[in-house]
């Protein structure tokens, strides 16, 4: 059974950076789509960062976290992760990471919700202003 298990996160002021990780477990497919998603209370989850695993592809940004957020991997580690740096309060919200099924081959991966298959339970970050 595949498992994403996200690690990091937690509360920050405005202005100041935090990393989350997302490792993936009992997944023997070696291309797929994989990023970071987040929901704030009461709003839909929404992609912020997507990129394809092990592919030397250009990542996906949401305009708001553009030049401020980092999606990177460590394919041997099955580990993703997330550079947030000047977090602001809007921030604020539960990130999950999500995978897709192989059949996104990575070389482009759709900032859609639906088109990942396979989440995390995820990870709480909170920004105070």
């Known amino acids: 059974q595949v498992q994403l298990v996200e690690s990091g996160g937690g509360s920050v002021q405005t202005g100041g950076t935090l990393r989350v990780s997302c490792r993936v477990r009992a997944y023997a497919a070696t291309r797929y789509c994989w990023g970071w998603f987040r929901q704030a209370p009461g709003g839909e989850r929404e992609a912020v960062a997507t990129?394809?695993?092990?592919?030397?592809?250009?990542?996906f940004y949401s305009d708001s976290v553009e030049g401020r957020f980092t999606i990177s991997q460590d394919s041997a580690e099955n580990t993703l992760y997330l550079e947030m740096s000047n977090l602001k309060p809007e921030d604020t919200a539960m990130y999950f990471c999500g995978a897709t099924e192989p059949r996104y081959s990575g070389l482009w991966c759709p900032p859609v919700v639906k088109v990942y298959t396979y989440w995390g339970q995820g990870i709480q970050v909170n920004v105070s202003s």
């Open positions: 990129i394809g695993r092990a592919r030397e592809t250009t990542p």
